[in-house]
Every structure is written in structure tokens, then in C-alpha cells.
């Protein structure tokens, strides 16, 4: 009984941060561990208990002690997978597991969308918790940008993409400075400056 409340109450709980999609989705999808493993640890306590019930049962049915053995082995499987499934799960949040790719192309394009950018790079993100993603992003400006207006526009960046999604609460913007191509200098406008007078990024919040 007391398993089973504690399993509904995480389950609910799952249930309430991913409504929209099915419980094995949230169960893969979720990065808040004190959530997703108790409701997979309390559905092994439940498994557990009704294969050690069944167990004793039949052990008591036919006089023969093998069924509560092999209940015993049946337990240990059981305990044993869900160890190995926690582990896997856990094991990316630990060394540092990457936003879904969907945020990422829509980080990419906020950056891309703005008219004083070039190109943005494919974002670097990293999970720190449950709801706190680090950005990395590197960006090829426009042309001549002056120093203030580049500011300018990693301030807006920044405040695009917390605003479009949340959960970013650390962004790092690598600024690529570019030059002019000045009469008789016969450098191309889209050659990187060697020497970044502008900035040096990454620019950090």
C-alpha cells in the first residue's frame, strides 16, 4: 500500500511536468532524476512485492519451496534491469547531456534571425540541472560592426533567448570580428581580423 501511494504520487508528479506525452516519453525525456527514479524505483518495489506474494503462494499451494526460490531469483532480475536502465539514464545529466535537438535549431535560428548577424554555428548546450541549461554559441557578425553595437546585440540575443526558452540560464557568446576590405588592402570583407580589435568573446552572463 505505502509503495503504491509513493508510486502514484511520482507518477503524478511526472505526469504534471510532461502532460503531453507518454509516461515511458517523460520517463526518457525528463532531466529532474528525483522525479523519474522513484516513480522506475517504486514500480520495482511493486513488481518485487507482487512476484515475492505470488512466490510464497505457490511455494504454499503445491508444498513445493522452488517457486519461492525462483520468485526470489525473478526479484533480483528485476532489481538488477532497473539498475542498469537508472545508470543509463543517469549517466548523460552526470557528465553533462545536451538539449533536446529541437531547442538547439531553435536557438540557432533566433541568432540567425537578427539583421546584424551573419552566421550562427550550431549551439553548444549542457544541462547543469533539472531546469538550468548552459548556451555556447558562436556568431560571425556583420561587417564593421562597432564595438557598441555588437554589445548591443549579444544584450539582445541574450534577452531573445531566455525569453523563447527559460530553462537557458547561462549563455556564452564566442564574437567573431571581422574587417572591412579598405581599398588597396586586398583583404576580403569575410576574412576573420587576426586581430580582433572589436571583441575577443566569449562574451558571458
Given amino acids: 500500500m505505502f509503495e503504491g501511494i509513493s508510486w502514484y504520487i511520482a507518477l503524478r508528479e511526472l505526469r504534471k511536468r510532461s502532460p503531453d506525452v507518454g509516461i515511458w516519453s517523460a520517463i526518457r525525456s525528463s532531466k529532474n ?20 506474494a505470488l512466490g510464497i503462494w505457490l511455494g504454499h499451494y503445491f508444498e513445493n519451496p522452488l517457486f519461492d526460490g525462483a520468485a526470489s531469483v525473478a526479484i533480483g532480475v528485476v532489481l538488477a534491469a532497473v539498475a542498469v536502465f537508472l545508470a543509463y539514464e543517469s549517466r548523460a545529466l552526470i557528465i553533462g ?26 549551439p553548444l548546450t549542457m544541462h547543469l ?4 541549461v548552459l548556451v555556447n554559441l558562436d556568431l560571425r557578425f556583420r561587417p564593421a560592426l562597432r564595438a557598441d553595437e555588437m554589445t548591443a546585440v549579444v544584450d539582445r540575443l541574450e534577452k531573445a533567448i531566455r525569453t523563447a526558452h527559460p530553462e537557458v540560464r547561462q549563455i556564452f557568446i564566442e564574437a567573431e570580428a571581422f574587417r ?18 572589436l571583441f575577443d568573446g566569449p562574451f558571458g552572463c
Avoid at 105 to 111: D, E, F, R
Avoid at 129 to 132: F, I, L, Q, S, Y
Avoid at 180 to 190: K, R, T, Y
Fill in 33 to 52: 532524476p528525483a522525479v523519474f527514479v522513484v516513480v522506475v524505483e517504486d514500480f520495482a518495489a511493486l513488481v518485487g512485492l507482487i512476484l515475492a
Fill in 97 to 122: 547531456e545536451s538539449t533536446n535537438p529541437a531547442t538547439v535549431l531553435a536557438i540557432q535560428q533566433l541568432a540567425e534571425a537578427d539583421p546584424d548577424v551573419l552566421q550562427a554555428g550550431s
Fill in 129 to 132: 540541472g533539472a531546469n538550468e
Fill in 180 to 197: 572591412q576590405a579598405l581599398p588597396g588592402s586586398g583583404a576580403d570583407e569575410n576574412e576573420a581580423s587576426s586581430e580582433r580589435s
